[in-house]
């Protein structure tokens, strides 16, 4: 019954070159996202379903095999766990480059879904490590995996920030979850000839940035686009930007100001909010400016000031609104300035290091510092 569901949903991902290997096309063919679940929310109202993954509905195959994301815990009115995007599953399983004999962390056990399309890739599940801090995700993740065919794979109930250390070294290592920083306990249960792949804040959005050693040095370069939940730390790691994003903000009578010049060729007029988004110029306004955020209702991106007020670039109505002082305005105009004067620089143009926060560092002429918990995160424009 799910067959024709799971075969259209990976056509689907090969036409959008998510897949892009016969080796991912094949671990996503067998393995049966439906078998993982057994309650999920509808996107949107967050109505819950359930699910019989023995007799699955097949309206209910139709929504798992869809191409969504699907929220499966709710704790304090929040979604707390999920299933990823497939599209994104793939693309992330493709930057991995798995091969057979790999062992492999991950961070955010989820359904399981994704660990055991990476047992399918590394050929064994007992090479494959989840962590996950949620008692009752890991109980349930592992009598699903079990019941599916994956009894082998080591769930741990641990915080994740913490990693796996006595399954360690690992060549790669996957979180799942937003990372506010680099886990110094990842960075020690890395083999040297492996990498991480880390969806890393930044001003309310996760990239994803492969990290890896090289001469006893972090680097780093990021490798595309993520969203996910936030890890769930028991260590206090606080966020570098002061607010990243917002649901809904109220500038009912803000002033409107025009956009600065060129800016509008960076938009479209999409009524979607990431669609409508300059990924490049946002990546650079956080990268300067930790006041930078994002904002769903209305829909667009600024900085945010306690003090100064609210300034939003507001792409689907070609305009700025200003809700303060007007120093904001000259502010934000020199962030873009900034920007097309260095020939609008995309985040894949960047080098990165982490550097420990027990070292002194300095920002590089072309470029900045991050300063997080446990690293400095220098970026350095490559040079073409």
Known sequence: MYIDSLNQMVNKLKEQRAIRSVEIENAFRKVQRHRLLETFYLPGDLQQIA?????????????IYSGNSLVTRISDGKPSSSTSEPMLIAYMLESLMLTPGLKVLEIGAGTGYNAALIAELVGDQTLVVSVDVQEDVIAQTQRLLADAGYPNINLVLR???????EEAPYKRIV???????????????????????LPLTHGGWTPLVKVWLREGTLQG??????????????????????????????????????????????????????SAFPVSFYYFMATKDCRAFWSLTPPGYGLYDPQRGTILIYPQKNCILLKGDRELYKQLQAIYEDWTQLGKPSPFDYAIEFVPRTQVTSSPQLGRVIERK?????????EH
């Open 374 to 382: 446990f690293y400095h995160q220098v970026l350095s424009l490559c």
């Open 221 to 274: 370069k990021i490798v595309g686009f993520s969203g996910f939940m936030l890890l769930q730390y028991q260590e206090s790691v606080d966020d570098p930007w002061h607010i990243s994003a917002m649901a809904s903000l109220a500038l009912e009578e803000a002033e409107e100001l025009p956009v600065f010049e060129g800016i509008e060729v960076e938009h479209t007029r999409s009524p979607l909010m990431w």
């Open 159 to 165: 915080d994740g920030f913490y990693g796996v250390q």
């Open 51 to 63: 699910h019989n993954p023995h007799n699955p509905n097949p309206e209910h195959l139709d929504l």
């Open 175 to 197: 979180a799942t979850v937003g990372c506010k920083d680099i886990s110094p306990y990842w960075v020690d249960q890395l083999s040297p000839s492996g990498f991480m792949l």
